[in-house]
Protein backbone atom coordinates (compact mmCIF):
# COMPACT_ATOMS: atom_id res chain seq x y z
CA UNK A 1 0.00 0.00 0.00
CA UNK A 2 1.27 3.19 -1.13
CA UNK A 3 0.02 6.97 -0.94
CA UNK A 4 1.66 9.12 -2.60
CA UNK A 5 2.24 12.81 -4.34
CA UNK A 6 3.75 13.67 -7.69
CA UNK A 7 4.31 16.99 -8.13
CA UNK A 8 7.03 18.62 -11.27
CA UNK A 9 7.00 21.56 -13.50
CA UNK A 10 4.88 21.43 -16.77
CA UNK A 11 6.01 19.18 -19.28
CA UNK A 12 8.20 17.08 -16.85
CA UNK A 13 6.04 13.76 -17.75
CA UNK A 14 3.89 13.83 -14.62
CA UNK A 15 0.49 12.09 -16.52
CA UNK A 16 3.11 9.93 -18.18
CA UNK A 17 4.72 8.15 -15.12
CA UNK A 18 1.02 8.34 -13.07
CA UNK A 19 -0.08 5.95 -15.26
CA UNK A 20 3.11 3.71 -15.30
CA UNK A 21 3.36 3.74 -11.22
CA UNK A 22 -0.26 3.23 -10.51
CA UNK A 23 -0.26 0.36 -13.41
CA UNK A 24 3.13 -1.03 -11.86
CA UNK A 25 1.74 -0.41 -7.95
CA UNK A 26 -1.60 -1.35 -8.40
CA UNK A 27 -2.96 2.23 -7.22
CA UNK A 28 -5.36 4.26 -8.15
CA UNK A 29 -3.64 7.56 -10.17
CA UNK A 30 -6.09 10.48 -9.64
CA UNK A 31 -5.27 14.22 -10.77
CA UNK A 32 -7.35 17.10 -9.53
CA UNK A 33 -8.05 17.90 -13.08
CA UNK A 34 -10.08 14.27 -13.36
CA UNK A 35 -11.80 15.24 -10.06
CA UNK A 36 -13.15 18.27 -11.40
CA UNK A 37 -14.15 16.97 -14.57
CA UNK A 38 -15.25 14.20 -12.80
CA UNK A 39 -17.64 16.00 -10.65
CA UNK A 40 -18.81 18.89 -13.08
CA UNK A 41 -19.83 15.94 -15.53
CA UNK A 42 -21.42 14.22 -12.63
CA UNK A 43 -23.23 16.85 -11.77
CA UNK A 44 -22.34 16.68 -7.79
CA UNK A 45 -22.98 19.50 -5.80
CA UNK A 46 -19.09 19.99 -5.70
CA UNK A 47 -19.08 19.83 -8.85
CA UNK A 48 -22.05 22.36 -9.26
CA UNK A 49 -19.72 24.66 -7.05
CA UNK A 50 -17.10 24.08 -8.46
CA UNK A 51 -18.45 24.77 -12.00
CA UNK A 52 -19.41 28.26 -10.71
CA UNK A 53 -15.84 29.28 -10.52
CA UNK A 54 -14.81 27.56 -13.65
CA UNK A 55 -17.03 29.16 -16.05
CA UNK A 56 -16.39 32.48 -14.73
CA UNK A 57 -12.59 31.93 -15.49
CA UNK A 58 -11.83 31.30 -12.01
CA UNK A 59 -9.51 29.12 -10.04
CA UNK A 60 -10.88 26.79 -8.16
CA UNK A 61 -10.20 28.04 -4.20
CA UNK A 62 -8.48 26.04 -1.75
CA UNK A 63 -11.35 25.07 0.41
CA UNK A 64 -13.33 23.66 -2.51
CA UNK A 65 -10.13 21.82 -3.70
CA UNK A 66 -9.57 20.63 -0.31
CA UNK A 67 -12.86 19.16 0.17
CA UNK A 68 -13.14 17.55 -3.78
CA UNK A 69 -9.47 16.01 -2.56
CA UNK A 70 -11.26 14.34 0.51
CA UNK A 71 -13.94 13.18 -1.09
CA UNK A 72 -12.34 11.48 -4.18
CA UNK A 73 -9.54 10.00 -1.40
CA UNK A 74 -12.82 8.62 0.27
CA UNK A 75 -13.74 6.44 -2.74
CA UNK A 76 -13.00 2.81 -2.03
CA UNK A 77 -10.47 2.32 -4.91
CA UNK A 78 -7.81 4.54 -3.15
CA UNK A 79 -8.38 2.66 0.24
CA UNK A 80 -5.54 0.75 -0.81
CA UNK A 81 -3.43 3.81 -1.93
CA UNK A 82 -3.28 6.19 -4.33
CA UNK A 83 -0.88 8.29 -6.48
CA UNK A 84 -2.24 11.94 -6.47
CA UNK A 85 -1.19 14.49 -9.36
CA UNK A 86 -1.95 18.41 -9.15
CA UNK A 87 -2.74 18.53 -4.99
CA UNK A 88 -1.12 19.81 -2.68
CA UNK A 89 -0.11 22.96 -4.72
CA UNK A 90 0.89 25.32 -1.53
CA UNK A 91 1.44 25.22 2.32
CA UNK A 92 -2.29 26.06 2.65
CA UNK A 93 -3.39 22.85 1.15
CA UNK A 94 -0.51 21.01 2.61
CA UNK A 95 -2.06 21.58 5.60
CA UNK A 96 -5.25 20.93 4.52
CA UNK A 97 -4.12 17.57 3.08
CA UNK A 98 -2.86 16.83 6.53
CA UNK A 99 -6.03 17.30 8.00
CA UNK A 100 -7.38 15.03 4.98
CA UNK A 101 -5.02 12.07 6.14
CA UNK A 102 -5.64 12.22 9.19
CA UNK A 103 -9.17 12.17 8.87
CA UNK A 104 -8.54 8.78 6.46
CA UNK A 105 -6.46 7.12 9.09
CA UNK A 106 -3.59 7.33 6.79
CA UNK A 107 -0.35 8.65 6.52
CA UNK A 108 1.62 10.06 3.19
CA UNK A 109 4.64 7.70 2.10
CA UNK A 110 6.20 9.61 -0.17
CA UNK A 111 6.35 12.94 -2.53
CA UNK A 112 8.08 12.11 -6.05
CA UNK A 113 9.28 15.41 -7.75
CA UNK A 114 10.27 14.96 -11.16
CA UNK A 115 12.80 17.65 -12.26
CA UNK A 116 13.56 19.07 -15.18
CA UNK A 117 16.39 21.68 -17.11
CA UNK A 118 14.05 24.40 -17.33
CA UNK A 119 14.87 25.11 -21.00
CA UNK A 120 14.44 21.97 -21.93
CA UNK A 121 11.17 21.81 -20.35
CA UNK A 122 10.36 25.47 -22.50
CA UNK A 123 11.25 22.77 -26.15
CA UNK A 124 9.27 20.17 -24.84
CA UNK A 125 6.35 22.41 -24.42
CA UNK A 126 6.55 24.16 -27.11
CA UNK A 127 7.16 21.34 -29.48
CA UNK A 128 3.92 20.03 -27.87
CA UNK A 129 2.40 23.37 -28.25
CA UNK A 130 2.83 23.19 -31.78
CA UNK A 131 1.88 19.62 -32.40
CA UNK A 132 -1.62 20.28 -30.89
CA UNK A 133 -2.29 23.54 -32.17
CA UNK A 134 -2.28 25.39 -28.94
CA UNK A 135 -0.95 28.90 -30.67
CA UNK A 136 -1.80 30.71 -27.30
CA UNK A 137 1.68 28.79 -25.40
CA UNK A 138 3.96 30.78 -26.88
CA UNK A 139 7.56 30.58 -25.32
CA UNK A 140 7.08 33.27 -22.64
CA UNK A 141 3.74 31.77 -21.69
CA UNK A 142 5.41 28.27 -20.87
CA UNK A 143 7.98 30.19 -19.41
CA UNK A 144 5.62 32.68 -16.90
CA UNK A 145 3.74 28.56 -16.15
CA UNK A 146 7.34 27.40 -15.45
CA UNK A 147 7.53 30.64 -12.37
CA UNK A 148 4.66 30.29 -11.47
CA UNK A 149 5.10 26.53 -11.14
CA UNK A 150 8.01 27.32 -9.08
CA UNK A 151 7.11 30.23 -6.85
CA UNK A 152 4.19 28.07 -5.92
CA UNK A 153 5.45 25.03 -5.18
CA UNK A 154 8.88 25.94 -3.68
CA UNK A 155 7.94 26.12 0.35
CA UNK A 156 5.92 23.09 -0.60
CA UNK A 157 8.59 20.79 -1.77
CA UNK A 158 10.70 22.24 1.18
CA UNK A 159 8.22 21.64 3.69
CA UNK A 160 8.18 17.91 2.31
CA UNK A 161 11.88 18.11 2.15
CA UNK A 162 12.04 18.48 6.34
CA UNK A 163 9.76 15.30 6.70
CA UNK A 164 11.85 13.49 4.94
CA UNK A 165 9.42 11.89 1.89
CA UNK A 166 10.73 13.50 -0.52
CA UNK A 167 11.98 12.09 -3.63
CA UNK A 168 13.95 13.68 -6.31
CA UNK A 169 13.98 12.28 -9.49
CA UNK A 170 15.39 13.43 -13.11
CA UNK A 171 11.93 13.36 -15.28
CA UNK A 172 14.07 13.70 -18.76
CA UNK A 173 14.89 10.98 -20.92
CA UNK A 174 12.99 8.00 -22.30
CA UNK A 175 9.60 6.87 -20.13
CA UNK A 176 11.17 3.70 -19.40
CA UNK A 177 14.25 5.31 -18.23
CA UNK A 178 12.81 7.74 -16.14
CA UNK A 179 10.18 5.15 -14.90
CA UNK A 180 13.08 2.96 -13.59
CA UNK A 181 14.59 5.62 -11.95
CA UNK A 182 11.61 6.43 -10.21
CA UNK A 183 11.01 2.61 -9.29
CA UNK A 184 14.01 2.69 -7.60
CA UNK A 185 13.01 5.73 -5.53
CA UNK A 186 9.84 4.39 -4.54
CA UNK A 187 10.09 3.00 -0.58
Known sequence: MTRMLIVGPPGAGKGTQSKKISEELGIVAISTGDIFRENIKGG??????????????????????????????????????????????????????????????????????????????????????????????????IRHRLEVFESETAPMIAEYSTRGVLRQVDGLGAVDEVNARIMKELP
Open 44 to 141: TALGQEAQRYVEAGNLVPDSLTNRLVEDRLAWEDAADGFLLDGYPRNLTQVEAFDGILARLGARLDVVLELVADKEELVSRLSKRAEMEGRRDDTEDV
